[in-house]
């Protein structure tokens, strides 16, 4: 049974990097031809998908946030990264990892992180 | 602004059927059979309920069907039970990126 688990700082100051990680667990996250997506949602709000990278490396970005956003993949230690640059409060929200189906097998994310709250304050 | 549109809310009685939209344009739901709908319950992660726009995953009650018109999916709820009560929220594929509805209260009365 595959699992995921955010970790990283709940309080960044603005202007600097939000970092978070992503660790898989029950599987290999190399196996399966998965994408590994980034998902927020502001406290109240709705969901917005950030983006997402594959094993190889190769990335997609949601255009709002593309030019703050770099998601990496450590595939030694089975987990996926997150980095935010730039954050001002808008960016404070429940952060979830997710495993994505990519865009050839529905684009359905089907397994979910419990979800890891950042407040960006000073 | 969400991409795609949702109803803010809607409401049944126990027993009956209720139906979530969620309306595009012909470049994300009506370009693609790649509609999905997430349930989620106050302070929980969103749940997978139904993957292009109409497969249920293993384990997801069968009181739970989607559909798609154009540019406008439907997520339908039959024979409403007190635990549907949640936040819904429709996704869909466009362009190499992923995009959410605003996402829909459903109220059992």
């Known amino acids: 049974q595959v699992q995921l688990q955010e970790s990283g700082p709940g309080l960044v100051k603005p202007s600097q990097t939000l970092s978070l990680t992503c660790t898989v667990s029950?599987?290999?996250?190399?196996?399966?031809?998965?994408?590994w997506s980034w998902i927020r949602q502001p406290a109240g709000k709705g969901l917005e998908w950030i983006g997402r990278?594959?094993?190889?490396?190769?990335?997609n970005y949601n255009p709002s946030l593309k030019s703050r956003v770099t998601i990496s993949v450590d595939t030694s230690k089975n987990q996926f990264s997150l980095k935010l640059s730039s954050v001002t409060a808008a960016d404070t929200a429940v952060y979830y990892c997710?495993?994505?189906?990519?865009?050839?097998?529905?684009?359905?994310?089907?397994?979910w992180g419990q979800g890891t709250m950042v407040t960006v304050s000073s | 602004q969400s991409a795609l549109t949702q109803p803010a809310s809607v409401s049944g009685s126990p027993g009956q059927s209720i139906t979530i939209s969620c309306t595009g344009t012909?470049?994300?739901?009506?370009?693609?059979?790649?509609v999905s709908w997430y349930q989620q319950h106050p302070g929980k992660a969103p749940k997978l309920m139904i993957y292009?726009?109409?497969n249920r995953p293993s384990g997801v009650p069968d009181r739970f069907s989607g559909s798609k018109s154009g540019n406008t999916a439907s997520l339908t709820i039959s024979g409403l039970q007190a635990e549907d009560e949640a936040d819904y929220y429709c996704?869909?594929?466009?362009?190499?990126?992923?995009?959410f509805g605003g996402g829909t209260k459903l109220t059992v009365l």
């Open positions: 029950g599987g290999s996250i190399s196996s399966g031809s998965y994408y």
């Open positions: 990278i594959y094993t190889s490396g190769s990335t």
């Open positions: 292009e726009v109409s």
């Open positions: 012909s470049s994300d739901v009506g370009g693609y059979n790649y």
């Open positions: 996704s869909s594929y466009t362009s190499s990126r992923v995009v």
């Open positions: 997710a495993r994505d189906w990519g865009p050839r097998r529905g684009d359905a994310f089907d397994i």
